[in-house]
């Protein structure tokens, strides 16, 4: 098994024989284009359960060779990564533990962690090489038919070891992800998924609970296409995200999302302070923008790559 | 007085002898660009405090010709534009009206109308041409250095008449800001006032807020750079306005803001509740976006002209 062959910006880029992606959508999909364009594996297996699915992705790049049979998948294979719905990710692993070898790289993209890491860690075999990844790539798109051999680029993928994690495994999921343009950010599981509660997941339902009130008895559809502007689309764009993949994050990731949306409800007394007033408090009012405005000056600090 | 000649869209463009705009900025120099460039005024005056800002104009093509006094730009005026913030137009008019002969349209950008319609028709001479005009194209950036020739092509133009505005002010409005490539919508000042607070001011209370949550303490900055993706920054983008500018148009928009930001605030509730359980309740958490990516899916269907 040649993982570590070739370099790639200084980082020694991995070599796979045999690499599986179970779940060829959006993520999966665009890993497996990703992986066959810069030659990663000798040969690219798509699992999952469509056999039209997995034959539409073969058709657009995303894989050499396809199975609905896990075993058939993952025999001679030295690579998984699992790219499904975190709630099937965390169920899956107690099936496919008989069918890894020991030295094998498994991880996955789900985009919560700390149940997919804790649930691996009890079910997966000893001896294998598992850390749990999160390529913060995505669309409000779905499907291997949006997938891109560049998806991966620029994109921060924020891995998550825990004291259990081998070294190895840090250091091989660094190498992939960094071969496909990615910038890794290191985080414990459950700091990981407190941090995405606030940066990803309460954007999505604050933009759901706006795009709520607008639509309930706020502005008629037809006001509502008329009338609105730049900055509520581009507020309310991940409103457009697929419901069934939300609603499953939002489920593994709850507790963190009710404390984020909690914080977040205190906010707004402040405001409503400073506007029900007979005057308004304008210098409040502007200290309060203010405050969200250097907030948001740091999104616009992109780091350099933090390894 | 050649108002109306020459034609585009099958609807004639208006022709002004002397067009004043007060306030050269971002909206009034991207309307001296805009006007100049189809010719629609022999005469574009700039009108504002400071000398070296209204030169910059016009190097910048957006004015012929400026002064800091109202009634040296006013002289032989057939029309005039106010592009200030709202607080100064309300404040305007009185110290404007007898500068402003019979005949004259005149009508302001202002994003909050009922305070600067009313007052104006509180302080303006009888015989005037005046309507409120709010074209909806903008930008975080501010300044006219940022102002474009386009810069109204594609951006609804939503139009305040009320039982005093005479029916040529209508007309007029409509074709000045339709030749500039704005489709025109039509709204009395209290409906837009409304509309607005919930489609773009709460949007932008927001974004605000939704940063300062972050920003307290539930990620460093460095954090936030190296994990917020594009949905977050797509969320937020608008907390990056201005604050002076903000502060003024939540001030002047105060009790329309208020009732939106009350509506907003019963929606999380919902989410608490199906969040907030020993098991969260999935089906209640898809339920509740997918009824946000319904009204959010109005947005995409872009009408046409409204005329």
Redesign the interface.
């Known amino acids: 098994m040649d993982i570590l062959g070739g370099q790639a910006g200084g980082m020694a880029t991995p070599h796979f024989t045999r690499l599986v992606i179970h779940g060829v959508g959006l993520l999966g999909g665009s890993l497996g284009m990703s992986v066959r364009r810069r030659g990663m594996a000798g040969r690219v297996v798509g699992l999952g359960r469509s056999p039209e699915r997995l034959e539409h992705a073969r058709r657009l790049g995303a894989i050499d060779e396809l199975t609905t049979r896990p075993e058939a998948a993952l025999d001679g294979a030295d690579a998984l990564v699992v790219a499904l719905p975190p709630a099937q990710i965390r169920a899956g692993w107690r099936a496919l533990a008989p069918l890894l070898r020991p030295g094998m790289f498994v991880t996955d993209v789900g985009s919560v962690k700390a149940p997919i890491v804790a649930q691996a860690e009890r079910d997966l075999p000893k001896g294998l090489l598992f850390i749990g990844s999160h390529p ?3 669309s409000e798109k779905t499907g291997v038919e949006h997938g891109r051999d560049d998806f991966y680029e620029g ?2 993928c ?1 891995l998550t070891p825990t004291a259990r994690t081998h070294p190895d495994a840090l250091a091989l999921a660094t190498a992939f992800w960094h071969a496909l343009g990615a ?1 890794i ?1 290191v985080a414990p599981p459950d700091r990981h998924d ?3 509660a ?3 997941h ?18 008629s ?21 697929d ?2 993949i ?3 994050i ?2 593994q990731n ?1 507790p963190h ?2 404390a ?9 007394q402040e ?2 302070a400073a ?2 007033r007979p005057e ?1 408090d ?2 409040a ?19 350099a790559d ?1 390894e």
């Not at 009012?285 to 780091?303: K, T």
Request: charged share 20%; hydrophobic share 55%.
């Open positions: 913060m790539a995505g994109a921060a924020i910038r950010v407190r941090l995405l606030g940066l990803s309460l954007p999505h339902l604050v933009a759901a609970a706006l795009m709520q009130t607008l639509g309930r008895d706020w502005a559809p037809a006001e509502l296409a008329a009338i609105a502007g730049n900055g509520l689309r581009d507020t309310t764009r991940i409103a457009a995200a419901p069934a939300w609603k499953d939002f489920t709850a999302l009710l984020s949306l909690d914080a977040l409800l205190d906010v707004p405001w409503r506007l029900d308004p304008t210098q009012l502007g200290l309060l923008y203010a405050e969200g405005r250097r907030a948001r000056a740091a999104l616009d600090h992109r780091p933090a």
